[in-house]
């Protein structure tokens, strides 16, 4: 079965930097896009980012455009959110996800879109 595993959060403080990774499992992991999301409690899922299965493309969010991005190793099957000059505002929970279709999809930025979802791992910045 799909199994997502994120790792790599923490606390840190602002300006610091992070790198969240996801290994995924269960699936042909080349095939498929993978997006990064984040929450905090009493908030809505805000999207972060997105690459596209071949890696060629990787839209961010404006929120974390500049600071973060992501990149992935298809044989290592695991995708990588690297997050720099981090904020207090990036304080979150951070989510990989798979979508639901393989190839290149419509509306990357859409949680709807994804299917299968990690078990999220906390970020914290203090200022």
């Known amino acids: 079965q799909v199994q997502l595993v994120e790792s790599g959060g923490g606390l840190v403080q602002a300006g610091d930097s992070l790198r969240l990774s996801c290994i995924a499992s269960?699936?042909?992991?080349?095939?498929?896009?993978m997006g990064w999301f984040r929450q905090v409690p009493g908030k809505e899922r805000e999207f972060v980012g997105h690459?596209?299965?071949?890696?060629?493309?990787?839209p961010l969010s404006d929120s974390v455009k500049g600071r973060f991005t992501i990149a992935r190793d298809n044989v290592k099957n695991t995708v990588y959110l690297q997050m720099n000059s981090l904020k207090p505002e990036d304080t979150a929970v951070y989510y990989c996800?798979?979508?639901?279709?393989?190839?290149?999809?419509?509306?990357?930025?859409?949680?709807?879109?994804?299917?299968?979802w990690g078990q999220g791992t906390q970020v914290t910045v203090s200022s």
């Open positions: 996800a798979r979508p639901d279709t393989y190839g290149l999809i419509p509306t990357p930025s859409s949680g709807l879109s994804y299917r299968y």
């Open positions: 269960g699936y042909t992991f080349n095939i498929f896009g």
């Open positions: 690459i596209t299965y071949r890696g060629s493309d990787s």
